[in-house]
T-cell receptor, first 116, second 113 residues
Framework: GAGVSQSPSNKVTEKGKDVELRCDPI?????LYWYRQSLGQGLEFLIY????????KSGLPSDRFSAERTGGSVSTLTIQRTQQEDSAVYLC??????????????FGPGTRLTVT | AQSVTQLGSHVSVSEGALVLLRCNYS??????LFWYVQYPNQGLQLLLKYTSAATLVKGINGFEAEFKKSETSFHLTKPSAHMSDAAEYFCAVSFQGAQKLVFGQGTRLTINP
């Protein structure tokens, strides 16, 4: 079956512009996650959705970052007024969720964001 | 604080040799443990996971990992390295009650012919 898909695969934007990154999870997966991968910080958790709500958004680095999920499916990560330090690969993952964690997360190929 | 540490950012082995990638976690309660592999310009692929059913976990591509509570470790091994194993490997932890994964720093595995 289809895996997690993300678009665009690459995005180059100018400092100060807003960007939107999209994630399509595996069909039937109720949980969706965003992570960021950068050279200096490694792999960092950003936000977790269960259905359309986000019970854990502790990893969002600033109020310039926001995310939403609609219909329990597609999610969009928005970065406003982008800065050069936002340059990274943004990874999306989805899973069937267990009550206490431990669910296998399946990752998309990522969106490489470059802020010039 | 709860954390996960991978010892060695870069490991190099000869083709056919044993692969050993180290992972230690810090938590008073054993977490869920995972190993992921990332090939160049690709996303993360799950190799295996530990969820308390058995301490020795077998994964894909001939990899396995052993959970040792006394050592708070979950090291990844493969008896005989293949050129196609060259990639970056991440140990990840899901602490009890949390859904998010906390990742180690990653270990880049190089296979020498």
């Amino acid at each position: 079956g289809a895996g997690v898909s993300q678009s665009p695969s690459n995005k180059v934007t100018e400092k100060g512009k807003d960007v939107e990154l999209r994630c399509d999870p595996i069909s039937g997966h109720t949980a969706l996650y965003w992570y960021r991968q950068s050279l200096g910080q490694g792999l960092e958790f950003l936000i977790y959705f269960q259905g359309n709500s986000a019970p854990d958004k502790s990893g969002l680095p600033s109020d310039r970052f926001s995310a939403e999920r609609t219909g329990g499916s597609v999610s969009t990560l928005t970065i406003q007024r982008t800065q050069q330090e936002d340059s990274a690969v943004y990874l999306c993952a989805s899973s069937l969720v267990g009550s206490a964690g431990g669910a296998e997360q399946y990752f998309g190929p990522g969106t490489r964001l470059t802020v010039t | 604080a709860q954390s996960v540490t991978q010892l060695g950012s870069h490991v190099s082995v000869s083709e056919g040799a044993l692969v050993l990638l180290r992972c230690n976690y810090s938590s008073s309660v054993p977490p869920y443990l995972f190993w992921y592999v990332q090939y160049p310009n690709q996303g993360l692929q799950l190799l295996l996971k530990y969820t308390s059913a058995a301490t020795l976990v077998k994964g894909i591509n001939g990899f396995e990992a052993e959970f040792k509570k006394s050592e708070t470790s979950f090291h990844l091994t493969k008896p005989s390295a293949h050129m196609s194993d060259a990639a970056e490997y991440f140990c990840a932890v899901s602490f009890q009650g949390a859904q998010k994964l906390v990742f180690g720093q990653g270990t880049r595995l190089t296979i020498n012919p």
